[in-house]
């Protein structure tokens, strides 16, 4: 972060976070946001707003656009599924850019996880691993959104069905549901046909039917204006 | 009135303004404008703001009407020496000068630099704190909005560089900085820093404060109102700009401060009022937040409705019915990828179907014509989006100016494509309470393991994230699966008596009022 040393112990010490929210439109910033992706790589983290803020410097200046950067954002918006990052991240790359060869394999996995597709999801995955294994927790991340959907979805997931969603199988499968079994409130039960099932958590999403109804209250502005007539 | 020419530029490419050169004398000032220059000045010293709206709204439109239709006013150098020379004074007037100039006569090159140059000026004497005036804030959302559009104006000016002649080209080169995407978003946000409106509004809701209850305006001790309005306006300005560059949540992010879940300053400008809520809107349905995006069209395009009459007079009228139009196509747009028409008033809803019936419906079939559709509605109702860059000479001169927006609509016809098969599910789940996955299969003609992920695709698209990363439910029709089992809830919404019973009330108090008034003899 250039701006600490000009005059030492004097000048506040940015963030980039609070470079972002401070000064948003500052071409200036740029170096730091670039060094701030791969920091958010490396250890784990995600900003939205400094990968868009990026994004928007480069649709300003786009001869300043590094193509592995871009690349990197996209690989982290993926990992924020289901939130709509990864689309919000496409709206600012130009056209020309998106249809590089890496960029268009980042938009048909992103568009397979869109539509729940997690079989193809994985083999195309499979065939891309240089570039995606270097992103520390891109695998966990799509598991957890994997079974972020299934939970909105089914009560109980017959076992080949999630197998299939997470991509793991066998032994290591057995010890993932046991890890779930453990922290998550998952639980096991014998389908018809004797197949194995995972019964999730209750939530109002796979029971509707919790969702509370909404009350028929009327908000006191609008009795209000009833009152003089009834007066 | 800063936009109601929004659309299509090119329409008014054809002209150029030597034409009306041949009559217009830019030094020659009408006595009427000598007095309407004369009287507006005083009564901005004079800080009367009811006068100076009158005449900013009913003598410049007038004196428009009668003199100037598409000529441009008298130039500022011909009328300083009426008003004292006064500086600010004539950076007020040339602010009019070029809105007016721009919606009525071509501008030329050089007349865009100097506008931007105008606004940096007033800009910057406003935000140096030396101004004491009150000004409309009809006025002050028309500067925000104006510069919105002619910075949107511009971009699209020198995206077109084909048919531009040498001279054009030398001057775009020349004046690089002129509606700089840097400078623009700056001065908006160096207004809304200046100007403390979001700590305002913040101390509003302590109770500390009174904004909304006086407009912004200061009637006790008469300061002025005029850096925090900009700075007011310059959020809704920026939500605009950051749509136009197809940034949708940071856009959002702008208007955080102003709650438009309740009537406000935002509200008493239509313009404001259009503009913010189009852009939510807009801004919503691209973010997948659908409910939101339905709400607030819904909320405001009754209110358009029940107000349209008041401002037929006003010169905004015409914008106020395109941007009508246009929101009832995004309307559109959202119920057919979010089907909760209750959300929807029944005037609203009337409306709607008298205009879009047919197209929805063949919107849900989703094959090649109804791609065709969302193409028409979301082209014709989006924002102008730009690309922000300056031209790049050393290549080819070629015109990118749709490049953009064909980006903004490819993005979304994807995201249709993505939902195209959840209508034809929805449709057999109103039928059943439950379904064996096998049979749903065989009904929607895909296989089973097709099935279950057009289900997931239907639970993740019905499911959205809202501002605060919560998981927002907006399926009127759902499910869960147990197994191989679906199981069906349709949520209905309990009927709001309540709100019936005091609508019906207030309708025979006002139909006995009306009977009371009728003389039979």
């Known amino acids: 972060m250039g701006a600490q040393t000009e005059n030492g112990a004097q000048k506040k010490v940015y963030t980039v976070e609070e470079l972002v929210a401070v000064n948003p439109y500052n071409p200036d910033i740029l170096p730091d946001l670039e060094n701030y992706i791969n920091d958010q790589v490396s250890s784990q983290k995600y900003s939205l707003d400094a990968n868009l803020c990026l994004l928007r410097l480069y649709q300003f200046q786009p001869t300043r656009m590094s193509i592995k950067i871009v690349a990197q954002i996209l690989i982290k918006a993926l990992m924020a599924m289901p939130a709509p990052d990864f689309n919000l991240c496409l709206f600012l790359i130009p056209e020309r850019v998106q249809v590089e060869e890496q960029f268009k394999m980042l938009i048909l996995l992103s568009h397979y996880l869109e539509t729940g597709r997690f079989r193809q999801f994985w083999d195309e995955a499979a065939k891309n691993r240089s570039m995606l294994e270097i992103i520390p927790g891109f695998e966990k991340a799509v598991q957890a959104y994997a079974i972020h959907v299934l939970s909105l979805t089914y009560q109980k997931v017959p076992r080949t069905i999630l197998a299939e969603a997470v991509n793991i199988e066998g032994p290591a499968l057995d010890k993932f549901i046991e890890h779930h079994v453990a922290n998550d409130g998952w639980t096991l039960e014998t389908g018809r046909g004797r197949s194995l099932l995972v019964v999730f958590p209750q939530n109002e999403f796979n029971h509707p039917d919790m969702k509370r109804k909404s009350k028929d209250a009327v908000p006191l502005e609008h009795v209000v204006k009833v009152f003089p007539i009834l007066g | ?521």
């Open chain 2, 1 to 521: 009135m800063a936009s109601a020419y929004d659309y299509d530029d090119s329409s008014h490419e054809g002209r150029d303004s030597s034409h009306e050169g041949l009559e217009y004398d830019p030094n020659y000032v009408p006595d009427a404008v000598k007095t309407f220059v004369v009287h507006l000045y005083r009564q901005i010293r004079d800080k009367n703001v009811y006068e100076i709206h009158q005449m900013y709204e009913g003598s410049f439109q007038l004196l428009t009407e009668r003199m100037f239709r598409d000529t441009p006013w008298p130039s500022v150098e011909a009328v300083a020496s009426y008003v004292d020379n006064d500086h600010v004074f004539c950076m007020l007037y040339k602010e009019m000068w070029f809105r007016h100039l721009f919606a009525r006569v071509m501008p030329t090159g050089m007349q865009r630099v100097e506008s931007w140059d105008n606004y940096c000026n007033l800009f910057g004497v406003v935000l140096h704190g030396v101004v004491n005036m009150q000004l409309p804030n009809q006025w002050l959302w028309d500067m925000v909005d104006e510069f919105v559009y002619q910075f949107q104006s511009y971009c699209q000016y020198r995206s077109k560089l084909k048919s531009r002649s040498h001279e054009e080209l030398q001057l775009i080169r020349q004046y690089d900085q002129a509606w700089n995407v840097y400078g623009v978003l700056n001065y908006l946000q160096a207004l809304v820093e200046k100007s403390t409106i979001i700590q305002i509004l913040e101390r509003e809701k302590e109770g500390l404060e009174i904004f909304t209850a006086t407009d912004g305006y200061d009637y006790d001790n008469g300061s002025s109102n005029v850096l925090k309005m900009l700075g007011y306006y310059s959020m809704i300005g920026l939500l605009r700009v950051h749509c136009l560059l197809g940034d949708y949540s940071t856009g959002l992010k702008c208007l955080v401060p102003i709650d438009i879940s309740q009537q406000g300053v935002y509200t008493t400008i239509i313009g404001s009022h259009i503009t913010t809520i189009y852009h939510y809107g807009f801004a919503s349905l691209m973010l997948r937040r659908y409910v939101d995006a339905i709400q607030e069209f819904n909320k405001v395009l009754l209110y358009i409705l029940k107000t349209k009459q008041f401002h037929q007079k006003s010169p905004q009228y015409d914008q106020i019915l395109k941007k009508n139009e246009q929101m009832f196509a995004l309307l559109a747009l959202s119920l057919s990828l979010c089907p909760q028409v209750k959300l929807v008033e029944e005037n609203v809803n009337n409306h709607l179907r008298e205009k879009y019936n047919d197209k929805m419906l063949r919107m849900q079939r989703y094959d090649d014509e109804a791609y065709s559709l969302y193409d028409e509605l979301f082209s014709y109702a989006c924002p102008k989006f730009i690309t922000p860059s300056a031209p790049v000479f050393d290549e080819p001169l070629g015109n990118y100016n749709q490049d953009a927006y064909r980006l903004q609509l490819k993005l979304f016809l994807f995201e249709v494509k993505q939902q195209q098969l959840l209508s034809g599910v929805r449709n057999f789940l109103k039928l059943y309470s439950s379904i064996s996955i096998g049979k749903l299969a065989t009904y929607i003609e895909v296989d089973e393991p097709t099935l279950r992920t057009v289900l997931m695709t239907y639970k993740h698209k019905t499911h959205a994230v809202n501002s605060k990363g919560n998981i927002i439910s907006h399926a009127d029709i759902d499910f869960y699966i147990v197994e191989d089992v679906l199981h069906i809830i349709e949520s209905k919404p309990a009927k709001r008596y309540g709100d019936y019973f005091i609508k019906q009330i207030l309708k025979y108090e006002g139909l006995i009022t009306e009977l009371e008034r009728v003389r039979l003899d």
